[in-house]
């Protein structure tokens, strides 16, 4: 049998007006700028980015799909509320996905993935002693994305990219709004790297796990002590 053709590949497309109001309105939720049950108008959104209604429409609905935006027919578009409960929701099951995720790379990781993996940790510590908040955040997620890139799944990494953003999210909002602070330590990071170097995929898993179930934890007492 004759195989059908294969046909010339499209040329690659500059981002569409969608996608730039899509990344937008995205960075606005997520930072705090659009904050949580605030209305969003289209006319006020497009003239903030400059371009027409019919992108920015598309792209509420994409966040709405996302759980970013709360669209309902006939009613206001609203940014979607946060709640106390928001902080179990969503970590537990990113504990869950990259406590997985580490158990996975112990038999994949290389010696030069394990040293990035220890370059990573040593510039959180770097950033640790300087109380570098958001240089601790952005190295530390560096730290989690290296585990996720050296385990090789992909619907793992896109789990955990959407979930971050609602953390980032919440993160956000809640350190902007309560007079508290999150003990970011690398404890369970050296615990993993300790896991790798035995070829202990549990003891990895368990690591990142409690790295996450830490936070949550932490979280929540504050939020018991701010009420």
């Known amino acids: ?31 705090g700028t659009l904050e949580p049950g605030e209305k969003l108008a289209e006319t006020a959104l497009a003239n903030a980015i400059s371009i027409s209604r019919t992108p920015v429409r598309e792209a509420l609905q994409r966040l709405a799909t996302d759980g970013f935006v709360i669209m309902n027919t006939g009613q206001v578009t609203r940014v979607a509320p946060l709640y106390h409960d928001d902080v179990a929701t969503l970590y537990q099951p990113m ?4 406590g997985l995720a580490a158990q996975l790379m112990v038999s994949k990781i290389s010696p030069a993935e394990r040293d990035e993996l220890q370059k990573i940790d040593s510039r959180l510590t770097t950033a640790l002693h300087k109380q570098d908040i958001e240089t601790e955040l952005s190295v530390d997620r560096a730290f989690h994305k290296q585990v996720l ?8 990494t896109q789990f955990s990219d959407f979930l971050y953003s609602h953390i980032l999210r919440f993160e956000t909002y809640f350190f902007s709004h309560h007079n508290v602070s999150i003990d970011i330590n690398g404890r369970q990071h050296e615990a993993l790297l300790s896991a ?18 830490g936070t949550m934890t932490q979280i929540q007492r504050a939020q018991e002590q701010d009420n």
């Open 1 to 31: 049998m004759d195989k059908m053709p294969i046909p010339k590949s499209q040329p690659i497309k500059r981002e569409t007006a969608t996608d730039h109001a899509y990344q937008q309105i995205r960075r606005w939720l997520i930072d």
């Open 95 to 98: 504990a869950a996905i990259e």
């Open 149 to 156: 890139a050296v385990a090789d799944n992909p619907y793992l």
């Open 196 to 213: 790798i170097d035995h070829h202990n995929a549990e003891a990895a898993k368990q690591a990142l796990t409690n790295d996450w179930l």
